[in-house]
């Protein structure tokens, strides 16, 4: 008699978090495919992880800086509003690939056993690869304006740190309701374009009210904008610790729920795609 073997999705419950750690190599494959089928048969390759948050960043000095004469910190408008792009890009490119991620791997998920929180993690992994490439540029507007960080960019990491936190969270619990609901696919850019606007790309957070702060605080993306300003502006831009702490668990709380709602439906995954 022919013994089956039976693999499921989620079944190693004991073992599941170790799992994470045994196929951690499993991370590096992935990831790697990821970015050389995102830039395969392209003219320019990577700089398209220059280009994007560059455009961005013309139009939104052009627009604030240079019609609406906008200037909210003593400190390059040019230079500003890149140092915000770069965690914006990468939360924002992180959110977009990892919401596809499952889709994208049917084959691999319905025929082998390792942890599905692997997926949409590499594709985080890759959106940060993008970040570094993105982050080269910024030296050159430092060179362009005559503009040097200060002691700051040390603490940059911890910020860093808080987008990871906030782009896994969201990505995690976007992937899961895709799988279910394919919907979210055309949700997910939208939701996209709607928080570049109402996140302090093109704006300093201090023209938003006190009273209103704290609101403006939910979006978690807001305390890791700060942050990145205040680490590459020399202190320029002030940080609200009230408001930081506020993004920042608003942040870890997403991530909780990414996780719980990922696990929760991580077992029926298979069926459903």
């Known amino acids: 008699m022919k013994e089956h073997l039976v693999i499921e999705a989620g079944g190693h419950e004991k073992n599941y978090w170790k799992d994470l750690w045994r196929y951690r190599e499993l991370f590096y494959i992935l990831s790697w495919?990821?970015?050389?089928?995102?830039?395969?048969?392209?003219?320019?390759?990577?700089?398209?992880?220059?280009?994007?948050?560059?455009?961005?960043?013309?139009?939104?000095?052009?627009?604030?800086?240079?019609?609406?004469?906008?200037?909210?910190?003593?400190?390059?408008?040019?230079?500003?509003v890149y140092a915000a792009m770069l965690p914006w890009t990468f939360f924002s490119t992180a959110l977009s690939e990892a919401g596809n991620s499952l889709i994208s791997n049917t084959n691999l998920i319905s025929k082998v056993y390792f942890p599905r929180l692997i997926i949409p993690t590499s594709s985080v992994i890759t959106s940060f690869v993008d970040f570094l490439i993105a982050f080269v540029l910024l030296f050159g507007l430092?060179?362009?304006?005559?503009?040097?960080?200060?002691?700051?960019?040390?603490?940059?990491?911890?910020?860093l740190l808080g987008a990871c936190v906030a782009s896994i969270g969201a990505g995690l619990y976007i992937?899961?309701?895709?799988?279910?609901?394919?919907?979210?696919?055309?949700i997910v850019p939208f939701i996209v374009q709607f928080g570049l606007y109402v996140s302090p790309v093109g704006f300093?957070?201090?023209?938003?009210?006190?009273?209103?702060?704290?609101?403006?605080?939910?979006?978690?993306?807001?305390g890791v904008i700060d942050g990145f300003r205040w680490c590459l502006l020399r202190g320029e831009q002030e940080l609200h610790w009230d408001t930081m702490l506020i993004s920042f668990s608003v942040a870890l709380l997403m991530l909780w729920a990414g996780v719980r709602q990922f696990r929760k439906m991580e077992k029926s995954f298979a069926d459903l795609i």
Do not use: C
């Open 142 to 159: 430092y060179a362009w304006y005559h503009y040097a960080p200060g002691w700051q960019i040390l603490l940059l990491p911890v910020f």
């Open 204 to 222: 300093n957070s201090n023209v938003v009210p006190e009273k209103w702060r704290w609101a403006f605080a939910l979006n978690p993306m807001v």
């Open 33 to 80: 495919r990821d970015i050389k089928v995102r830039y395969k048969q392209t003219v320019i390759g990577a700089a398209w992880s220059i280009i994007r948050p560059l455009i961005t960043m013309i139009v939104f000095t052009v627009i604030f800086h240079r019609i609406a004469k906008l200037q909210e910190v003593n400190a390059p408008y040019a230079i500003m």
């Open 175 to 186: 992937t899961a309701l895709n799988v279910k609901y394919r919907d979210f696919r055309f």
